[in-house]
């Protein structure tokens, strides 16, 4: 029996998932240990995937890797603003190094949480965008992730959407995950309420329509959905799903997203309306193991 393993590598946690053709055998998480360097990152993940392995006592056939930061053609981490200590790291080599008896591949977690939506939903135009400790993304068009694999990855969080706007890790001003990712929604929240706001602080306000709170997401709303219009006037993607972990926890979202979508069409074009992601906050987390059944075929 086969079995194919998936990691969806995060900002500030690692999921691992393991299939058969059966469905899903295994499924772990853990939390990344306070920011040292990547060889301590790397040796964590290298612990768990040990212990998953004596819980499989079977060999991985494949892996597929969803990996949030920036490698370039060499295979080695050019950019990682969430972990900046990866940065010069050789993924490719650390990967083969971890599963040298398994065939692997990594990818951008957002194009895999694109292609997993795409597929659950059976919608071969469809534009994803992923909202967590940053914001990511990936465009599927006929059925295909686009620009492609390993080609580069669709990188909507780093569309400016407010000239001028906050400061983002990348050194410009008002790119989308700057004004829309997990942490600077939570620190806008804290602004307002002129005190600090955890994840469960801000859910429990909204459900009570606290005004700070309300205000805060309200912007991230708006800046998701001037992303997302301006995809859509250039590719027409049919659907659009808004996931990751931050979106899965505050399901308001969603239809705020969709409200400031509607402000936004154009005369004469009907507003191309949010959808809450099909697999929530797994999305990358499929994708990666749809792309570990890819390289085994």
């Known amino acids: 029996m086969?079995?194919?393993?998936?990691?969806?590598?995060?900002?500030?946690?690692?999921?691992l998932r393991v299939e058969t053709d059966a469905g899903c055998v295994d499924e772990a998480t853990f939390e990344w240990a306070p920011r040292h360097s990547a060889a301590r990152d790397l040796a964590q993940l290298a612990d768990h995937v040990a212990e998953?392995?004596?819980?499989?006592?079977?060999?991985l056939r494949s892996v597929g890797v969803a990996m949030p930061g920036t490698v370039g053609p060499d295979g080695r981490i050019t950019a990682w603003p969430s972990r900046p200590e990866w940065a010069g790291t050789d993924l490719d080599g650390s990967l083969r190094a971890l599963f040298g008896e398994s065939a692997v591949a990594w990818a951008d977690d957002g194009d895999l949480g694109a292609l997993a939506e795409a597929r659950d939903s059976g919608c071969d135009d469809?534009?994803?965008?992923?909202?967590?400790?940053?914001?990511g993304?990936?465009?599927?068009?006929n059925g295909t992730p686009c620009p492609g694999l390993y080609r580069g990855s669709f990188e909507i969080g780093h569309v400016v959407v407010e000239l001028d706007g906050t400061l983002c890790v990348?050194?410009?001003?008002?790119?989308?995950?700057?004004?829309?990712s997990g942490p600077a929604t939570l620190d806008r929240a804290a602004l307002l309420r002129?005190?600090?706001?955890t994840f469960d602080d801000l859910r429990r306000a909204l459900r009570h329509e606290q005004p700070w709170a309300v205000s805060a997401v309200d912007r991230t709303a708006r800046a998701l959905a001037a992303a997302v219009t301006g995809v859509r006037e250039l590719v027409h993607p049919k659907r659009a799903v808004i996931g990751g972990g931050f979106a899965a926890g505050i399901p308001e979202i969603v239809g705020w997203v969709s409200e400031h979508l509607a402000e936004l069409a154009r005369p004469g074009q009907p507003p191309l309306?949010?959808?809450?992601?099909?697999?929530?906050?797994?999305?990358?987390?499929?994708g990666a193991v749809s792309l570990a059944r890819l390289i085994a075929s």
């Open 2 to 15: 086969s079995h194919y393993l998936g990691i969806d590598i995060g900002g500030t946690k690692v999921a």
């Open 52 to 59: 998953l392995r004596t819980r499989l006592g079977a060999p």
């Open 126 to 135: 469809l534009l994803y965008v992923g909202v967590g400790t940053g914001v």
């Open 137 to 141: 993304g990936g465009l599927v068009l």
């Open 170 to 180: 990348c050194g410009r001003q008002g790119c989308l995950q700057a004004i829309a």
């Open 194 to 197: 002129g005190a600090a706001v």
């Open 273 to 286: 309306l949010a959808e809450p992601a099909a697999l929530g906050g797994l999305s990358s987390l499929r």
